[in-house]
């Protein structure tokens, strides 16, 4: 937790419905795909809660499944208004103001299985220099994290090209170097592939492992700082 006198980050987590997630990977997934969405989603909201500067992560999912999944690894999870994805971010964000009144809130994209908390922490202590920012995700088409310091209006913009968005809309691009395992959000197999190699949580690994056939690289598991809270690992640290 922060100290006392900084309340610290609010993150927004959205889930969507399982039956539509991860349709891009639903040929490498098959079966296992919505257990893949929950595992990448449980061990990102794990992982982000292990960051010293988090205070809380508020889940906004309507599925029966994915809630108590993640209400498990310790999110405060809150209902979709189902009105797509920026209106399910807003409604966390209100929901992160009335938890947290002067603490800031950031949007944190829920595929990001390769997560460490020491990089989550250099994203954070940027964000906090500048009203309003963002981070680019690894093709630098996408966000994976957008936040603002307390009292500013919490306005995402993610879908799609999501980068150019919150640039047009002035939010200040985070730049920074050895946050790779936050901006490797996971759409594709080859993306999966990608954030396999920087190393993911246990619960991505476990599935994982059960796609090897498809492609999969087998014997990846947790990013080698992931049950200790605080530690600063190096950029892309070894795998177990
Ligand atoms: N709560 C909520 N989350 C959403 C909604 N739409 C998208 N998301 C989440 O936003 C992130 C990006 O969503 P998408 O890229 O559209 O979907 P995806 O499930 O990641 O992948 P695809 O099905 O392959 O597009 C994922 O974490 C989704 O779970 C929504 O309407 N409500
Ligand atoms: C929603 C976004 O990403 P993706 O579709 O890659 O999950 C985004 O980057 O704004």
Redesign the pocket.
């Known amino acids: 937790m922060p100290p006392a006198e900084n309340p610290g980050w609010t993150l927004v987590?959205?889930?969507?419905?399982l039956v539509?997630?991860?349709?891009?990977?639903s040929e490498a997934a098959g079966p296992h795909r919505a257990a893949l969405?929950v595992a990448i989603?449980c061990d990102t909201v794990e992982a982000a809660l292990r960051c010293a500067a988090v205070a809380r992560v508020v889940v906004?999912?309507?599925d029966p499944v994915a809630a108590p999944a993640l209400a498990e690894v310790g999110a405060h999870v809150t209902g979709?208004p189902?009105?797509?994805?920026n209106?399910?971010l807003r409604h966390g964000g209100l929901e992160a103001v009335r938890l947290a009144p002067g603490g800031p809130v950031g949007a944190l994209?829920?595929?990001l299985p390769a997560l460490r908390p020491a990089e989550l922490a250099l994203v954070l202590a940027a964000a906090g220099e500048f009203d309003q920012s963002f981070l680019p995700d690894a093709a630098e088409v996408g966000t994976t994290f957008y936040g603002v310091r307390p009292g500013v209006p919490f306005t995402p913009g993610?879908?799609g090209p999501s980068r150019d968005r919150h640039l047009r809309r002035g939010a200040k691009e985070l730049c920074l170097h050895g946050v790779e395992s936050v901006r490797r959000d996971v759409?594709t197999p080859d993306d999966l592939r990608a954030a396999l190699s920087l190393g993911v949580g246990p619960r991505t690994a476990e599935i994982a492992g059960r796609l090897a056939g498809a492609g999969m690289p087998e014997g990846v598991g947790e990013p080698e700082d992931a049950g200790r809270p605080g530690r600063e690992s190096p950029p892309g640290g070894s795998l177990r």
Do not use: C, M, S
């Open positions: 987590v959205p889930v969507k419905t539509a997630a991860k349709t891009r990977l969405a989603a906004v999912t309507g979709d189902e009105a797509g994805l209106a399910a994209q829920a595929d993610f879908g759409d």
